[in-house]
């Protein structure tokens, strides 16, 4: 079993940056892709980013140049650098873990609980 808990959400104002963290515990395969989603009140959850046990990184075109997504993987944390933030990122923010470098929900298996970002 894989626990992951974010970490480093909150509220600022447009223009302004964030970063989030996730920490893994429990059984983590190295070979596992990190990814980040977010899901706002009524819509889909939506791939932000995601890094495989290689380092290939993938972005969702609305993030590109803005965030940056990155791992310590002796710390076993994830993170998430979003700068130049805009109100539509306001949105809850999960960690994934999973065995496919994709942006899809349905490829990662195992969830945090999510941290809120807003932006006003």
């Known amino acids: 079993h894989v626990q992951l808990v974010e970490s480093g959400g909150g509220s600022v104002q447009a223009g302004g940056s964030l970063r989030l963290s996730c920490t893994a515990s429990g059984d983590i395969h190295p070979s596992y892709c990190m990814g980040w989603f977010r899901q706002a009140p009524g819509k889909e959850r939506e791939g932000v980013a995601a890094?495989?046990?290689?380092?290939?990184?993938s972005y969702t075109n609305s993030v590109k140049g803005r965030f940056t997504i990155s791992q310590d993987n002796a710390k076993n944390t994830l993170y998430l650098q979003m700068n130049s933030l805009k109100p539509e990122d306001t949105s809850m923010y999960y960690c994934?873990?999973?065995?496919?470098?994709?942006?899809?929900?349905?490829?990662?298996?195992?969830w945090g609980q999510g941290t809120q970002v807003t932006v006003s």
């Open positions: 890094i495989d046990s290689d380092g290939t990184i």
């Open positions: 994934a873990a999973g065995w496919w470098n994709t942006l899809r929900a349905s490829d990662f298996a195992y």
